[in-house]
């Protein structure tokens, strides 16, 4: 059979795209957060003027009829509790995932090694970082409070497994764990949330870690080959394995089966 023929404009054409994925998604986030906080504040102002006429309603009663009251602070619709819980939730999926990279850079074999895993990492730490930031921002506009702690039942599974992590395979495999669960999360938030600047919120995150998620499959695939040297940007195409052009994307539509709830992370 001939030599099969690559086209290299093509892996050239891909590098940009995914880099233009990264720029449209930060770009949108911003945005996104942004009309978030406009649309949100007149809403915030009505829950807190109802609050202060009731305390002073309540107030009133008190001094008059020398009894005791009490007024809980207000509270926002159950609609928006449900918002601010899954916001407060993937935040706690960033955080951890911005401690697991960080651990992972630490690391003699990852610090000392692979150049552009290495790079990989500190860009994805920092990406991680911003979106934290980002589902943050939105929760306490809504009223929230911010979640600065990392998701309980995936940091139980972290803590479990950096013990036996002994080399990058180790570190990838954990990596994509949690990719795969942020971006299956986002995914599924997207339906959940009631406000539409959230869905575009929850939408412009999620591909961005199903990327990540798509990298570091293929990073999997290379080490598992033993052609941890085709780890590599520039790479040469002529020597990666076939599967190298579709191990990364084994869905044609993203799964939402181990999408976290949106309590799961909620600040207590």
Same mark, same amino acid.
């Given at each position: 059979m001939p030599p099969e023929h690559i086209d290299t404009r093509l892996l050239v054409e891909l590098t940009e795209q995914s880099q233009d994925l990264n720029s449209d998604a930060s770009r949108i986030t911003r945005s996104a957060l942004a009309d978030f906080g406009q649309a949100v504040d007149?809403?915030?102002?009505?829950?807190? +003027?109802r609050g202060g006429a009731l305390a002073a309603a309540v107030g009133t009663v008190a001094l008059l009829g020398g009894r005791r009251a009490f007024a809980e602070s207000p509270s926002p619709s159950a609609s928006m509790a449900d918002d601010i819980m899954a916001l407060q939730t993937a935040a706690s999926i960033e955080n951890l995932a911005v401690s697991v990279y960080r651990t992972a $850079? @630490? &690391?003699?074999f990852i610090k000392d090694g692979n150049k552009t895993v290495a790079a990989f990492i500190a860009k994805t730490t920092q990406q991680h970082e911003a979106h934290a930031q980002a589902f943050n921002a939105a $929760? #306490?506009? $809504? @009223? @929230?409070?911010?979640?600065? @702690?990392?998701?309980?039942?995936?940091k139980a599974v972290v803590d479990q497994a950096l013990p036996g992590i002994k080399g990058p395979a180790d570190v990838v495999? &954990? $990596?994509? #764990? &949690? +990719?795969d669960v942020a971006a299956q999360t986002y995914t599924k938030n997207v339906a959940q949330v009631s406000n539409a600047d959230l869905r575009k919120l929850f939408a412009s995150v999620a591909p961005v870690e199903a990327q990540h998620r798509a990298t570091l499959l293929a990073v999997q695939a290379l080490l598992a080959g033993n052609a941890a040297d085709l780890v590599t940007i520039p790479v040469d195409p002529s020597k990666l394995p076939a599967a190298a052009g579709s191990v990364g994307f084994p869905d044609a539509f993203y799964h939402t089966d181990n999408a976290s709830p949106i309590s799961e992370g909620a600040v207590k």
């Open positions: 007149p809403v915030r102002r009505r829950w807190w +003027e $850079a @630490g &690391l003699p $929760a #306490t506009q $809504a @009223g @929230g409070k911010a979640q600065n @702690g990392p998701d309980p039942k995936y495999k &954990l $990596a994509i #764990t &949690l +990719e």
